[in-house]
């Protein structure tokens, strides 16, 4: 059973009751009680408190194996603070999945909790089996069955990234949501160990640059061990979508190994990633089939997170 949750925003034509139909159809169960609005302030898809509360319903509720959020948009870091987490902390692990504005969710329940969740496809955006694509949506669905527990995504070095391995715990989303929980009780205050993975959407290069420096002057970046880019979407005006002087430039200010892959972000397909899983990037030399090196991420619910240090 998977229940579906307004977490942030209200999509304008809403996509939800096509998509619910998409589900009984492929025979899939679901739970979905839909929110009223909240008549002054139109961003999000409810009332602060009521999100939170049907959040914390979700968690606590038996027979569901995920938590899937509708969209992302606006309003997760609304309910931060409105969240029970002393309550929260005593209830079993539940898989949170979503991407966008849900990164929020994901660092809370990861950094108070210790939580995972899958960076990955929601069902009320127009990303979802988009002209067909159902790849990221089948592989969203196995790892929510259990019938797989991790992933695999092909990776391109940016810059003075040399060959080897890398081992690390997977940590991102939305890079300009995640920039705005720094300083916060949501985000934690050192990421060694750790692979970050950011993608975004509307932001100027010039902004990525000034987030950029945040992580770099709080020290977040200290003991990280990669940092992988995902699809950078309108960037701004007579800028091409991921822009190859943009990641030029990240690479340039990134302290350590940067990566670039197009397999996840605000597009389809959007391949899912294991939020606090243990992750591996790894480069085939075998030359023998290709001229150049092969670089690919694979990261592992199962895998023991005590090896990293």
């Not at 992302?72 to 609304?78: E, K, N, P, R, V």
């Not at 979802?128 to 695999?152: A, F, P, Y």
């Not at 243990?278 to 290709?290: E, F, G, M, Y």
Request: glycine content about 10%.
């Amino acid at each position: 059973m998977i229940r579906i949750l307004r977490t942030s925003s209200r999509e304008k034509e809403d996509l939800l009751p096509g998509r619910l139909d998409w589900f009984k159809a492929n025979g899939m169960e679901v739970r979905y009680d839909d929110l009223t609005p909240d008549p002054q302030w139109a961003y999000a898809a409810a009332p602060a408190s009521d999100r939170a509360k049907a959040l914390t319903n979700a968690l606590a509720e038996t027979g569901t194996k995920a938590i899937l959020c509708a969209r992302g948009g606006y309003g997760a870091s609304d309910i931060l603070h409105l969240l029970p987490w002393d309550r929260i902390k005593k209830l079993p692990e539940k898989m949170l999945v979503g991407f966008s504005d849900v990164s929020a969710l994901h660092a809370a329940f990861y950094t108070l909790c210790g939580w995972r969740g899958i960076h990955g496809p929601m069902p009320a955006t127009q990303l979802w089996n988009k002209d067909g694509e159902t790849r990221d949506i089948g592989s969203l669905l196995e790892l929510i069955d259990g019938n797989k527990v991790g992933g695999s995504m092909g990776l391109a070095p940016v810059g003075s990234a040399t060959a080897g391995n890398v081992s690390g715990v997977l940590f991102g989303g939305c890079y300009s949501v995640l920039t705005n929980l720094i300083g916060t009780p949501y985000l934690p205050r050192s990421l060694k160990g750790h692979i970050l993975f950011f993608e975004d959407l509307d932001e100027h290069p010039a902004r990525l640059m000034r987030h950029w420096n945040q992580w770099l002057q709080s020290g977040l970046l200290d003991g990280v061990k990669a940092v992988v880019i995902g699809n950078l979407l309108k960037l701004g005006q007579n800028i091409p979508d991921n822009a190859p002087f943009v990641v030029t430039e990240w690479a340039k200010r990134c302290p350590v190994p940067l990566f670039k892959s197009e397999a996840f972000g605000h597009l389809s397909p959007n391949f899912p990633l294991g939020f606090g899983s243990l992750a591996d990037i790894t480069c085939n030399l075998d030359t023998s089939k290709s001229s150049k090196p092969n670089w690919s991420l694979k990261w592992n619910f199962k895998k023991d997170l005590q090896s990293i240090s």
